[in-house]
């Protein structure tokens, strides 16, 4: 009986295994090896609050495409925090190979990149800078510097003024920050006071954030022109959308833009729109600020998949563009910086 009950099981097993293979061998190998092929990348993005942002989306998704050998799982915040570290931890439980962090603000990252760490994945913050504790929660940074974008707008609105015959003469300026602890509202803040702590006749009337939207740029305006109305003499935007809202509202208050207008706006990020007004003189001067990431990001995470080592941080060449030539050039911290006046080919060379 036992004898004939351990050949019944034998068969059994013998069934059990060979069912087993057979599964195996069904599974095509396109399936499951493309699969695996993939790179698995998370990317919290900030949201769509700009033509930057959408220009910097579209770089990050046609990088990280199946075709180029990547799944990517896309998070909008939505401007806010929270959902970026929600996003995070979703990418952790989804065991993704790296994560992308294109922070809202600088600072409140700690304790979810800890996480990451803790969980093996790296982590490469690209666009603004995060402000932790520790840098080994990061691997890489890849991005702007704002600082320096926003001292070569001082510094071409003191050579604009100079080349004017206005050098001396008093100047009024409003400044429409960016969403406040971002690292572009930080650092283009504090180029321009240090602009304006270099000259006694700039005087700094008020900075409010216009939180790098359109809507909101307008509605500033609006509450600063019923302020201040034309002791306004320089709009300093911290980027295009948050300058077409306050064109709007400066136009439909009465007033005329442009050096030879009411006021004069500057503006950040030189996207096709804003190089557009800059090129008809509705912007005065436009910092350039790069949103094509996607290969940036791409060339950190080929080198540590092929076990190589990566910059901590690596700053983007940026040019500044201004309606008119009276300003060719600009020295900003010892260092020159040529100033290219916008023309149809300018615009056209460019793709964002
Ligand atoms: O961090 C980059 C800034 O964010 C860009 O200037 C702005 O347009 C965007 O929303």
Redesign the pocket.
């Known amino acids: 009986m036992l004898k004939r009950f351990t050949a019944v099981l034998m068969i059994f097993c013998l069934v059990f295994v060979l069912a087993a293979c057979g599964d195996k061998k069904e599974a095509t190998p396109s399936d499951s090896s493309s699969a695996k092929e993939l790179i698995t990348v998370g990317f919290s993005q ?1 949201g769509a ?5 959408t220009a910097n989306t579209e770089s990050m998704k046609s990088t990280f495409s199946e075709a180029n050998g990547f799944e990517l799982i896309f998070d909008d915040a939505q401007q806010k925090q929270d959902n970026q570290i929600a996003a995070i931890r979703n990418f952790i439980q989804q065991e993704v190979d790296y994560i992308v962090l294109a922070p809202v603000t600088e600072t409140g990252w700690d304790t979810v990149l800890q996480e990451a760490k803790d969980a093996g994945i790296p982590v490469i913050i690209v ?2 800078m995060v402000d932790v504790s520790d840098d080994s929660l990061y691997t890489a940074w890849v ?2 510097n ?1 600082e320096l974008e926003g001292k070569k707008a001082a510094g071409w609105l003191d050579a604009y003024l100079k080349a004017a015959g206005k050098g001396e003469e008093e100047v009024n300026i409003v400044d429409i920050q ?2 406040i602890g ?3 509202q930080i650092g283009r803040t504090a180029g321009l006071e240090a602009g304006v702590a270099a000259h006694s006749n700039w005087k700094l009337l008020a900075k409010v954030s216009g939180e ?1 939207t359109q809507a909101k740029g307008q509605e500033v305006m609006e509450s600063l022109l019923k302020q201040y109305g034309d002791q306004i003499d320089v709009v300093y935007c ?4 948050e300058a077409f809202g306050a064109i709007d509202a400066i136009e439909a208050a009465g007033y005329k833009v442009g050096s030879d207008g009411d006021m004069i706006v500057m503006s ?2 030189s996207t096709n729109a804003g190089m557009t007004d800059t090129l008809s003189g509705k912007i005065t001067v436009n910092t350039e ?1 790069n ?1 094509l990431h996607g290969p940036r990001v791409q060339e950190i995470i080929d080198t540590l998949q092929k076990g190589g080592t990566v910059d901590k941080q690596k700053f983007v060449d940026e040019g500044i563009f201004s309606y008119d030539n009276s300003v060719t050039s600009i020295k900003v911290d010892g260092t020159d910086y040529p100033v290219t006046q916008v023309t149809d080919e300018v615009i056209k060379a460019r793709s964002y």
């Open positions: 900030v609050e700009s033509d930057w942002r666009d603004r991005g702007s704002f960016g969403t971002a690292s572009a790098f911290e980027n295009d959308n950040f990020d600020c949103p």
